[in-house]
């Protein structure tokens, strides 16, 4: 990928410049041959009398556009193959900058995370979708109709989980998150799991449970569920409605938190987690518990 980078950084200004001189020594050549001209002088001489000479400047001015023309396709200023071609596919940005989260997450882990993990997924579903019905699929559909494939499909079963797995783990985090839940998502929580604490309890042992993979707050039969997937999998395929998730793979963390994987769970909970996307995510159907409901509990 870094190699990619570096090859598209250099090759812009590089043929931009061949292009250039492509353009000067096209012209300076076709001149040359057109008035036999032989050295810089004659050239001089040459272009002088081109005010002078209609028919010769019509056929200078002429041949100038189409070489500058040229020049310019060649370079990629204009392009008419290119403009033929179907747009790149979308690479969401971060929806906050990579050191929006320090000191709990650091800008080198979002950056790498972000930059190079996620947008290999990314990229790959964009690979495997030219040409196919799920050229202007939403990863959703992708996941749910590319489930029990096999070979090139299961890639990009895979690969379309993974990029909106973390599609939805950039946006359970927020600067200044973790503090108090709103008051529907604090309803229902509490509801379900007795208390914030004990909610938090569960979700951190969720999340230690795990290798590579996944901790999640779903709805699950209409009630707030915490759960774990194991590497790629996600909840959408068990009639789960994620409210919120932590990317729970080494390159989450590694760099920040090294083997204290159990402080960087903390620092989610407690200073990063969006509970306004949480809520935002319950279905309409579920309402804030009652006071009495919560008594039942
Ligand atoms: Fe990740």
Request: aromatic share 12%; proline share 5%.
């Amino acid at each position: 990928m870094q190699s990619s980078y570096i090859t598209e950084e250099l090759t812009g200004p590089l043929q931009e410049l061949c292009s250039q001189y492509l353009c000067v020594l096209t012209i300076f050549h076709i001149i040359n041959r057109y008035f036999h001209t032989t050295d810089e002088r004659t050239f001089m001489d040459t272009m002088s009398k081109l005010s002078h000479d209609p028919a010769r400047r019509d056929f200078l001015k002429t041949t100038a556009i189409g070489t500058a023309v040229a020049a310019a396709a060649f370079s990629g200023i204009i392009n008419p193959l290119k403009a033929a071609e179907p747009e790149p596919f979308h690479f969401p940005p971060l929806p906050y900058p990579e050191n929006a989260l320090e000191p709990y997450i650091s800008a080198r882990t979002l950056n790498i995370h972000h930059d190079r993990h996620y947008r290999k997924y990314v990229q790959q579903v964009a690979e495997r979708v030219k040409g196919t019905d799920y050229q202007n699929a939403t990863l959703e559909k992708i996941i749910k109709e590319t489930y029990g494939g096999i070979t090139m499909i299961e890639t990009l079963h895979l690969m379309a989980l993974l990029a909106w797995n973390h599609d939805f783990y950039w946006k359970s985090m927020m600067s200044g998150g973790g503090a108090t839940m709103p008051e529907r998502l604090k309803g229902e929580v509490t509801t379900a799991f007795g208390s914030i604490d004990n909610f938090k309890a569960k979700f951190k042992e969720a999340a230690m449970t795990l290798g590579s993979g996944w901790a999640w707050l779903v709805i699950d039969n209409g009630k707030p569920v915490v759960t774990y997937t194991e590497y790629h999998d996600t909840p959408l395929l068990k009639n789960q409605k994620p409210l919120l998730t932590l990317d729970c793979w080494e390159h989450a963390y590694y760099l920040d938190y090294q083997d204290r994987k159990g402080d960087y769970v903390d620092a989610f909970l407690n200073h990063l987690a969006n509970w306004q996307f949480a809520e935002s995510n319950l279905p309409a159907t579920a309402s804030a518990p009652s006071k009495t409901k919560t008594a039942k509990k």
